[in-house]
């Protein structure tokens, strides 16, 4: 699945842009407008899609003097099915929390982070997850399983590749004590999936730290 574009699952790539860009918002927007947003083909193949959009009903076109505004029509039967493609990211997103609610043995935070968590990966891009457990928990065998099975299940949800990032708390202090490059990312694009807001996590046992 494309992160930045996952109407493209469906649609062509083009297609798919022009629709999510008009999927996020109910301003009435040119042609040209939507092609800067959609920052993809050109401005000539966007009003073609435009165009024929416009034809089933699904975008509605109005002339607005000299120019022409493009808005999604709602009431279509087919744009609901529209906004569900658009929320494939955060349906993602929602189905790796829901599958770690399920773990026997639960991690004490859970965050995607990289280009996921940014909306600008791609379809060859890995679903980067950080996952943090308790004081001193060795990765147990029943462990090491739940994050297989988690990685099997979001590459049949998504046709992309998980990438777990997991440490105990001691270890993920210690990146953050060595400012580790990675800890940026995380502090940056942690979309929280499990436990506690990713922020919060992390200033919480900083402090216990240095209150000890």
């Known amino acids: 699945m494309d992160m930045s574009n996952p109407v493209s699952t469906v649609l062509t790539s083009l297609e798919g842009a022009v629709l999510q860009v008009l999927a996020r918002t109910t301003a009435p927007l040119t042609g040209s407008k939507v092609h800067q947003l959609a920052a993809v083909g050109s401005e000539t193949g966007t009003r073609k899609v435009l165009r024929r959009l416009a034809t089933t009903g699904l975008v509605s076109a109005t002339e607005v003097g000299a120019a022409v505004q493009y808005t999604l029509n709602r009431d279509h039967l087919a744009a609901h099915a529209v906004m569900e493609l658009v929320s494939l990211r955060q349906r993602l997103f929602d189905s790796i ?8 043995v639960k991690p004490d935070h859970a965050s995607v ?31 090491l399983d739940q994050v ?27 990146h953050i004590r ?35």
Not at 131 to 141: A, K, N, V, Y
Not at 180 to 189: A, G, H, Q, S
Request: negative net charge; charged residues 30%; glycine residues 8%.
């Open 178 to 212: 060595a400012d580790e490059p990675i800890v940026k990312d995380w502090r940056r694009d942690a979309v929280t999936v499990y436990g506690a807001d990713f922020r919060t996590f992390m200033n919480a046992l900083v402090r216990d730290e240095a209150g000890q």
């Open 97 to 104: 929390s829901a599958a770690i609610e399920t773990w026997q």
């Open 148 to 174: 297989d099975d988690l990685a099997d299940q979001v590459y049949r949800w998504s046709g992309n590749h998980l990438q777990a990032y997991t440490l105990d708390r001691p270890g993920f202090l210690q």
């Open 113 to 143: 982070f990289g280009s996921a968590a940014r909306g600008d990966g791609d379809v060859d891009s890995d679903i980067d997850l950080l996952i943090i457990h308790g004081f001193g928990e060795d990765p147990t065998q029943e462990r």
